[in-house]
């Protein structure tokens, strides 16, 4: 290869699976003429995070996974080297693509106890699987970051946990998973995402933390996954003043962070990738096409995620860049190809993804992270009240036509209502439907699993909690992000709570099991909760 053919190899330019004809050639030509190195996966224009203030609507297509597959094809022909395809795919393929196998949020997985952590290993694995049915290599996944601030707008239910050397062994079994069916992995967002509350899509975080306090916390799964020989290192868009000389300096920028920091003092030769370069915290710095693309090179990206300006950053790295730097980022981006199998033509789709086998685990899974966070005997309660027919049913945010309802209704049939929006009328006629009844089983389906808004649980709802836990013996199931427990009133007079995390079927159909057996909650909260 020439060096600016080895410069290509830099660049992982954002696909739309669903896009336009005209935008797909254009990637093609971008293939042919600049020979870039691989493509980052996305569902839509629309879908895109840097999006979301723009309020466009994402249009879903049943068709996508076929898309996604025919595209693939597609620009593997362009290439003269093959092009390592990858996606954010943390909980599977469904992050980016519709009708295909979802697997629970990391936060769900934290929740497991470290005798299953084997389940850890066969979601990354399964995942795995599913990625290279559709012919991609590198899952942007997963996360490495504590979850150690509740109002985080970006990580949340996207980490493992509180728990830094947990966060650290989950993260490992999941890669390990990944890595035994031939898809290479990501650890991100170095040196640590969680403890910020700015969405770095939109804006810069800022970490106040000292590098002291960063070895002892943050970049402990970080140091874990270095020893382990992880595929590679995702920089966050974020700011750490003390490794910067005090300045606010994003990290995909900082040459202090990734070949001081990472490299020289953590020991890491493997790939580092940027976090996607069109992200507002670093894409509205410079005004010159390819300055962007220079100064993260130049800082120790080797890969340039979601890069841009292709040709003006592959002339600007050109013109700046010392050979020696250019070959060592290049064979580390080889080493990584050759590792996922692409540069001995192993670049189509294989298999095909099995909702079945991912029902079974996810099945598993539920049955081990049902956590009781309250509990006062609520089987031996409800089985009381429901021979004294002073018992109803109570859901929220779903209808009574829910897998949860439906599997304890043979044994504890009683009277079910449903509140879908916080409408006041709908909560009056409901509270009057309730006035016969002391015992109350909740079910609330979190709406979101951001934190935004209260998880978008509205006012409405919220006081009505407050009351019906005030005045009736209430056992409040909780199918969502932790988190909203800490937005939930008067918890405390609630006979029991148990959390779910998730609102499939295989987790509602658990719930019921766990309260008609009255089985042990092997699960344990992820986070600290502030309210409980």
Not at 121 to 127: A, N
Not at 451 to 470: H, K, R, Y
Not at 527 to 532: F, K, L, P, R, T
Request: with cysteine; glycine share 6%.
């Amino acid at each position: 290869m020439t060096l600016e053919q080895k410069l290509g190899q830099f660049f992982f330019p954002a696909v739309f699976i669903n896009d336009t004809e005209e935008n797909i050639q254009e990637t093609e030509r971008l293939i042919r003429e600049y020979n870039i190195g691989g493509l980052t996966f996305f569902h839509s224009r629309a879908s895109a995070a840097t999006n979301y203030e723009s309020k466009k609507k994402v249009e879903f297509n049943d068709n996508s996974f076929e898309r996604l597959k025919e595209l693939i094809v597609r620009f593997q022909k362009c290439a003269s080297t093959p092009l390592l395809m990858s996606i954010d795919a943390e909980w599977g393929l469904a992050m980016r693509v519709e009708k295909t196998p979802q697997y629970p949020y990391a936060i769900t997985l934290g929740a497991l106890p470290e005798s299953e952590i084997h389940l850890v290993y066969e979601v990354g694995k399964q995942i795995g699987l599913d990625l290279k049915s559709a012919g991609i290599h590198y899952n942007l996944a997963p996360l490495a970051d504590i979850n150690n601030n509740p109002n985080n707008p970006v990580i949340g239910y996207r980490s493992f946990g509180q728990n830094k050397e947990k966060v650290a062994r989950f993260a490992i079994e999941y890669l390990r998973g990944m890595n035994d069916v031939g898809v290479l992995g990501c650890l991100k967002h170095f040196p640590g995402h969680g403890n910020t509350s700015v969405d770095s899509h939109l804006g810069l975080p800022i970490l106040e933390e000292t590098l002291e306090q960063l070895m002892e916390n943050e970049l402990v799964p970080f140091i874990k996954g270095i020893e382990n020989n992880v595929d590679s290192i995702m920089i966050g868009h974020l700011a750490v003043p003390a490794l910067n000389e005090g300045k606010n300096t994003s990290a995909t920028l900082s040459k202090s962070v990734i070949e001081g920091l990472l490299r020289k003092q953590l020991g890491y030769d493997g790939l580092v990738i940027s976090d996607a370069l069109n992200m507002h915290s670093v894409s509205k710095l410079y005004d010159t096409k390819g300055q962007l693309e220079w100064e993260a090179f130049n800082a120790g990206n080797d890969v340039l995620c979601f890069a841009e300006n292709i040709a003006e950053g592959i002339q600007e790295i050109l013109k700046n860049a010392a050979p020696e730097r250019i070959e060592a980022s290049f064979n580390r981006i080889l080493k990584c190809k050759q590792k996922a199998g692409i540069l001995d033509g192993n670049i189509a789709p294989q298999g095909n993804f099995d909702f079945e086998i991912t029902s079974i685990l996810n099945r598993k899974i539920a049955d081990n992270c049902i956590t009781k966070v309250k509990d006062n005997h609520n089987s031996l309660t409800v089985f009381e009240a429901k021979n004294k027919n002073r018992l109803a049913k109570v859901s929220v945010y779903k209808n009574t036509d829910n897998l949860f309802f439906e599997t304890l209704s043979s044994s504890l049939p009683s009277p079910e209502f449903a509140l879908e929006t916080g409408d006041k009328n709908s909560i009056k006629e409901l509270e009057k439907n309730l006035t016969d009844y002391n015992t109350i089983i909740v079910s609330l389906f979190i709406p979101k699993a951001k934190p935004l808004n209260n998880f978008d649980i509205e006012d409405s709802i919220l006081m009505f909690l407050d009351n019906l836990f005030t005045t009736k013996r209430c056992i409040l199931y909780v199918f969502g992000n932790p988190y909203s427990l800490q937005v939930i009133p008067n918890l405390e007079s609630t006979l029991g709570i148990i959390q779910m995390y998730q609102d499939f079927p295989e987790f509602q159909e658990s719930a019921a099991h766990q309260l008609l057996e009255n089985k042990e909650c092997k699960g344990t909260l992820p986070v600290i909760i502030s309210n409980i």
